[in-house]
Nanobody
Framework: QLQASGGGLVQAGGSLRLSCAASGRMFNRYGMGWFRQAPGREREFVAAIAWRLGRTYYEDSVEGRFTISRDNAKNTVYLQMNNLKPEDTAVYLC?????????????????WGQGTLVTVSS
């Protein structure tokens, strides 16, 4: 019910825009988040957005480079990633949580997409 797309190979300093399309439920009232997981590392919070007022939250290392947004009419959340760095390389996963607040904790999310791979070359 969550379909992530937009990943790919990009050089350092480049940009990508990830999309996460939701279907089947009223995801426009859900908090939405992006997480990432690199090989051998734990799942890491990247960004989240609440459904009411669209309040946003970011992990420190992406603050100022990444922007999360949502289009509730399209049931889609986006992650605009600028000035990408090799350490951003990971599988990026979108997730939804029913409280609508947008959490930094992956355990608080009930629904997960399949992930999209982002590779940043140096």
């Amino acid at each position: 019910q969550l379909q992530a797309s937009g990943g790919g190979l990009v050089q350092a300093g480049g940009s990508l825009r990830l999309s996460c399309a939701a279907s089947g439920r009223m995801f426009n009232r859900y908090g939405m988040g992006w997480f990432r997981q690199a090989p051998g590392r734990e799942r890491e919070f990247v960004a989240a957005i609440a459904w009411r007022l669209g309040r946003t939250y970011y992990e420190d290392s992406v603050e100022g480079r990444f922007t999360i947004s949502r289009d509730n009419a399209k049931n889609t959340v986006y992650l605009q990633m600028n000035n990408l760095k090799p350490e951003d390389t990971a599988v990026y996963l979108c997730a939804a949580e029913y409280t609508g607040t947008g959490s930094k904790e992956f355990r608080e999310y009930q629904y997960w997409g399949q992930g999209t791979l982002v590779t940043v070359s140096s």
